[in-house]
Nanobody, 124 residues
Framework: QVQLVESGGGLVQAGASLRLSCAASGRTSSSYAMGWFRQAPGKEREFVAAITWNGGSTFYADSVKGRFTISRDYAKNTVYLQINSLKPEDTAVYYC?????????????????WGQGTQVTVSS
């Protein structure tokens, strides 16, 4: 069992930066690929970024390449999503997910475990 807790969201102005955190707990959580998703009001959940269990590979949605960076800190068992140059269209609830298979996160847009989400609101 893996528990995920997101934090770091908030209300910011366009152009600002945020760093979202996803703290993972569970005996084998460090062996999971981790991903970030977002869901805006009235829209489907969207894949944002993922990182393999060893941090060797990262994946990004085309819409966020160049502005979003995913990373993980094994000592803290935490995955981060650095978001720069925020835009109003980035407004959404951001969710963290974990799965043993990166393809599940990146292609199938699913995951074995999910956090409760953190709200990001970008004002223009």
């Amino acid at each position: 069992q893996v528990q995920l807790v997101e934090s770091g969201g908030g209300l910011v102005q366009a152009g600002a930066s945020l760093r979202l955190s996803c703290a993972a707990s569970g005996r084998t959580s460090s062996s999971y690929a981790m991903g970030w998703f977002r869901q805006a009001p009235g829209k489907e959940r969207e894949f944002v970024a993922a990182i393999t269990w060893n941090g060797g590979s990262t994946f990004y949605a085309d819409s966020v390449k160049g502005r979003f960076t995913i990373s993980r800190d094994y000592a803290k068992n935490t995955v981060y999503l650095q978001i720069n140059s925020l835009k109003p269209e980035d407004t959404a609830v951001y969710y963290c997910a974990a799965d043993r298979v990166p393809r599940t996160l990146v292609v199938l847009k699913g995951g074995d475990y999910w956090g409760q989400g953190t709200q990001v609101t970008v004002s223009s």
